[in-house]
């Protein structure tokens, strides 16, 4: 039986400001049957507030405290310190709040997030402090995101030219990395067994329901198709939100 179920956002429940078809329904009849949502996503530039705010917006009930950013995970997994940041308030606002003072002085820490404003001056900090001993942590490595306009540079961009500069690899907190998985497991306090992971990407998505012990659900709605499928292979694929309710409620 189904006990809860963990959802992608972008690509999966809403595509830019579009809920997908059937997602408003299914999520209405899971919350009628007591099944818990806990919503998932890499996207490090919004507040949970925000996000829940644009849930609701679009016919999806849903609090800040069902909403688990990557920056937020970024927060709760790390020990507070000093830190510089490439993102924006979504990422900045975990931070704070969790402990961590903003530091353009050795930072401990540079987080990078998707920032639709960076600029060359940003990247040449993060480099330095970087190159000087300064954590480097990705909230995500997306390539690329996806909008009703179409593709655009995602987070993962931003991180690949500080690891080209400053020659270290990033510590990884978003999908399909373990760190985002741990605190959504305990959060949610269901068995793995009793859970599924529901989205639209096979190599944020599929693969960390594959680290988690989770059923993976790849549903055709976003990025990956089924084309795409080859070493990381979904549990279950679902082209629609009908499909998916069939495969909740007759279990």
């Known amino acids: 039986m189904i006990k809860g179920v963990i959802f992608d956002l972008d690509g999966t429940v809403y595509i830019g ?11 209405d009849r899971i919350r009628s049957n007591n099944i818990r949502i806990l ?10 507030a925000e996000i829940a705010g644009r849930l609701n917006d679009i016919g999806v009930p849903a609090k800040p ?8 995970a970024a927060a709760e997994y790390l020990e507070p310190g000093g830190f ?7 990422l900045r606002k975990p931070l704070v709040d969790a402990g961590f003072t903003y530091s353009e002085t050795s930072p401990e820490y540079v987080f990078v997030g998707l920032d639709p404003e960076l600029t060359y001056d940003k990247l040449v900090k993060a480099c330095r402090f970087i ?14 995101a996806i909008s009703e306009e179409g593709i655009s540079p995602g987070n993962g961009s931003i991180v690949e ?18 760190p985002i998985m ?25 693969q960390a329901g594959k680290n988690s012990g989770i059923r993976s659900v790849l549903i055709l709605t976003g990025v990956s198709k089924v084309s795409d ?9 679902v082209d629609t939100f009908v499909d998916l309710s069939k495969l909740i409620f007759t279990e």
Do not use: H
């Open 17 to 27: 400001e579009t809920p997908v078809p059937g997602a408003v329904e299914l999520i």
């Open 39 to 48: 919503y998932v996503t890499n996207r490090a530039n919004k507040t949970t």
């Open 65 to 72: 405290s069902e909403v688990l950013t990557s920056s937020q």
């Open 84 to 90: 510089y940041y490439i993102g924006q308030e979504g």
């Open 131 to 144: 190159r000087n001993g300064s954590c480097f942590v990705a909230t995500n490595m997306d390539p690329f």
């Open 161 to 178: 030219s500080l690891r080209i500069a400053t020659e270290k690899d990033p510590l990884v907190i978003g999908k399909p990395e373990k």
């Open 182 to 206: 741990d605190i959504a497991l305990r959060r949610l306090d269901i068995d793995p067994e009793e859970l599924i992971i529901v989205g639209d990407n096979i190599v944020t998505d599929i």
């Open 229 to 237: 499928v080859g070493d990381i292979v979904p549990d279950v694929v």
